[in-house]
């Protein structure tokens, strides 16, 4: 059979996702850091600074020699954040230093404002300890220590931390351009218009913002019916409008199923048509040129389930950035049991305060608000139907489902 119609894994859905993308020339930008929050690093970046860049006092306090432990010492200066000593430590003197100050030259350990009492000239010592409360230049980071791996989607912190490492401009991925469209006659978009037989539009909004989330730019979203002609036309100014199309529903072998025939007649490509993964099989992936589209289940749990799995994939792999899956191993809360194990199987779990995964009521694809209290999916392999509690299993957690 055809590869394109047969039922393949997942592990080889991948592999052809790979390779029909492999030799692009990811597009990136250099931006200034502070307007970087949201976006994927495009390479490593490692700091051009020693952090600490010098050695310096971890609190308030008088920097003594490491040898010279007294009752009383003379005086020599006061250094505040942002000065350098202009003295030396020399045995019976000390240094007062503020926290973030740098040490003089010879400091061995700073004594605590609170252990002393100061006069004029001197500082005598109501305690000694063996605290050295001092941060040492290049403890935490040494120059060209990696900072960020490519890949990486910067937020708050990241920013805070390429700054410090004296990085104020990076380079990031452009966002991938996407169109959404939301196929079938029996979804609707204002409650209104709900009749028997209609539902509403939920797959559309849902994409529309998961993209969103992961940084790509949204540049429509649709709802079409389920008319050849009106399939094909949508999907063509998709394809004018956007890098990346992504279709719902429609890719199934009904009557009223008309995505695939629109892709063929738009030349499209199809790499694959069903994947062995459920719930998801009917995902439909291809290529014209240097666009993508991808053909997605009609049931919102497939939907969200193979946006992560595959459209993330191809957005990380047209963009230049590692695309490996984070499937963390968690244990089992409670017994898994499934009727079939001739596909790979995902289900819905919540993670435990214990952080163990446990499994959801779910009552199939359809099933939206079961996903809406998930942290993520476990996964099952392919000839495994149950699994007890306490088992280790395979979870992907859906806030960073990427390394």
């Known amino acids: 059979m ?15 996702l790979d390779e029909a993308l492999s030799g692009r020339t990811p597009a990136s930008e250099i931006i200034p850091v502070r307007s970087a929050r949201g976006r994927l690093l495009a390479s490593d970046q490692h700091t051009r600074l020693d952090l600490p860049p010098f050695d310096k006092s971890a609190m308030d306090g008088y920097a003594v020699r490491a040898d010279d432990e007294r009752d009383t010492y003379r005086l020599l200066a006061t250094v505040r954040a942002g000065q350098v000593p ?30 002393t009492e100061e006069d004029a000239e001197t500082v005598r010592v109501l305690r000694h300890d063996d605290v050295g409360n001092l941060c040492l230049r290049g403890e935490d980071m040494k120059v060209g220590d990696r900072v960020l791996p490519a890949g990486c989607r910067l937020d708050a912190l990241d920013l805070a931390n390429l700054v410090s490492c004296g990085l104020t401009r990076v380079p ?11 196929t079938g006659d029996e ?31 949204v540049v429509g979203e649709r709802r079409i019916a389920d008319d050849l002609d009106e399939t094909v036309s949508a999907l063509g100014e998709a394809l004018e409008a956007a890098e990346m199309v992504v ?34 099989k009917p995902t439909v992936f291809a290529t014209r040129g240097e666009k993508v589209v991808f053909g997605l289940p009609g049931n919102p749990v497939s939907v969200c389930l193979m946006f992560h799995l595959f459209v993330l994939r191809a957005a990380r792999r047209l963009r230049g ?7 963390g191993r968690r244990v089992l809360a409670s017994n898994f049991a499934r009727r079939k194990a001739e596909r790979r199987g995902f289900a819905p779990v919540r993670l435990t305060d214990e952080g163990d995964v446990e499994p959801l009521p779910y009552h199939g694809s359809a099933h939206l608000m079961s996903l809406s209290r998930a942290d993520g999916f476990l996964s099952v392999p392919i000839g495994v139907r149950e699994v007890p509690a306490g088992e280790t299993v395979d979870f992907l957690d859906l806030r960073e489902p990427y390394q």
């Not at 055809?2 to 052809?16: C, G, K, V, Y």
């Not at 990031?172 to 939301?182: D, F, G, K, R």
């Open 2 to 16: 055809d590869e394109t119609r047969a039922m393949i894994p997942l592990e080889r859905a991948w592999a052809l």
């Open 86 to 115: 202009s003295v030396a430590l020399v045995p019976g003197t000390a240094v007062k230093v503020m926290t973030g100050a740098p040490v003089p030259e010879g400091t061995g350990k700073v004594i605590m404002r609170e252990f």
């Open 172 to 182: 990031v991925t452009l966002p991938i351009e996407l169109a959404v469209l939301s």
């Open 187 to 217: 979804i609707v978009d204002d409650p209104a218009c709900l009749a028997p037989g209609k539902i509403m539009n939920a797959n559309g909004p849902m994409l529309a913002h998961l993209a969103a989330k992961h940084g790509f730019d």
């Open 247 to 280: 279709v719902s529903g429609g890719v199934s072998v009904g009557d009223f199923d008309h995505v695939l025939e629109a892709f063929e007649r738009l030349g499209l490509a199809v790499a694959f048509s069903r994947v062995a993964v459920k719930p998801g």
């Open 321 to 327: 950035v590692p695309a490996v899956l984070r499937l």
